[in-house]
């Protein structure tokens, strides 16, 4: 496994187990360098001061912020400082929590915790608190320091490991607006959950896949090999719909075929 990110110790109670953080995903995307492409030469980025039209270095770079009146608030490095969060190397549980009762819109970053250590003592109390969770169904939540910021954070039980989640903050998730329109009529609403019932089917994560990432590796290869790179015929957008009940039975038959 890759190397660990940050190692430190669960909290709860007067209980301490040592871990390690490891990120749970992988990047596949397909990354491209910046050039110009007249002459294929790499492009760089530079900060400018737009007065002066000079390079402006690093340490001379402060930092501004802007208020709702226009006012331009000027803080230095060690001003900002001051809000740093206090680094530790504890994830300090505060609550268990049922699992269920969590809206997955305020998951953000995966991570694995491994017990970090050989020590029968370490591997103990890791795979206790595993086992306890798995059987309470509960998940902890809590908070840590990674890098310069202070997380939320749930750490839950999963294929016999432990998984930390960094969670959005309840201000930042946005309130979505109130469903517009009359309510469906009740012909509308039994067919369409008879559709969904056709298209039900085992979650399966290996049965998805990242198609515009297969696309572009495919046109990477092709022009490796010297291949003219066409457009592909974009298939005709579906119109917008007149009558909702006929798209509805149209769709379920075609599923159930």
């Keep these: 496994m890759a190397r660990s990110i940050w190692k430190g110790s669960i ?3 007067l209980v301490n187990v040592p871990v390690a953080l490891f990120s749970g995903v992988k990047d596949t995307d397909v990354h491209f360098h910046q050039l110009h492409a007249k002459d294929h030469v790499p492009i760089e980025t530079r900060r400018v001061c737009v007065d002066e039209d000079e390079e402006v ?3 001379e770079i402060g930092h501004g912020y802007e208020t709702d009146d ?10 900002l400082a001051t809000a740093a969060p206090r680094k530790t190397r ?3 549980i505060e609550a268990f929590v049922d699992l269920e009762d969590v809206d997955p819109i305020y998951f953000d970053h995966p991570y694995v915790l491994l017990p970090d ?8 109390a890791y795979r206790l608190l595993v086992e306890v969770m798995e059987r309470s169904e509960r998940a902890a939540l809590g908070r840590f320091v990674l890098r310069t910021k202070e997380y939320l954070t749930i750490v839950r039980a ?4 432990l998984t930390l989640t960094t969670m959005r903050f309840h201000d930042e998730v946005r309130e979505p607006p109130k469903s517009p329109g009359k309510r469906p009529a009740k012909k509308q609403l039994d067919t369409t959950v008879k559709l969904i019932k056709a298209m039900s089917e085992p ?3 290996a049965n998805y ?3 515009y990432e297969k696309r572009l590796k495919k046109i990477i290869r092709d022009k490796q090999k010297g291949k003219t790179v066409k457009e592909p015929e974009r298939p005709e957008q579906p119109s917008a719909i007149e009558d909702l009940m006929a798209a509805l039975e149209r769709s379920l038959e075609e599923v159930k075929a």
Excluded: K, M, N
């Excluded at 226009?70 to 001003?79: M, S």
């Excluded at 250590?117 to 103990?124: L, P, V």
């Design 90 to 92: 504890t994830i300090e």
């Design 57 to 59: 270095p690093y340490e």
């Design 70 to 79: 226009d006012e331009l608030i000027v803080l230095t490095d060690a001003e």
């Design 11 to 13: 909290s709860f109670g």
């Design 117 to 124: 250590g050989e020590s029968e003592g370490t591997q103990r």
């Design 203 to 205: 979650w399966d994560p």
């Design 158 to 161: 999963r294929r016999e490991r």
């Design 209 to 211: 896949r990242d198609e």
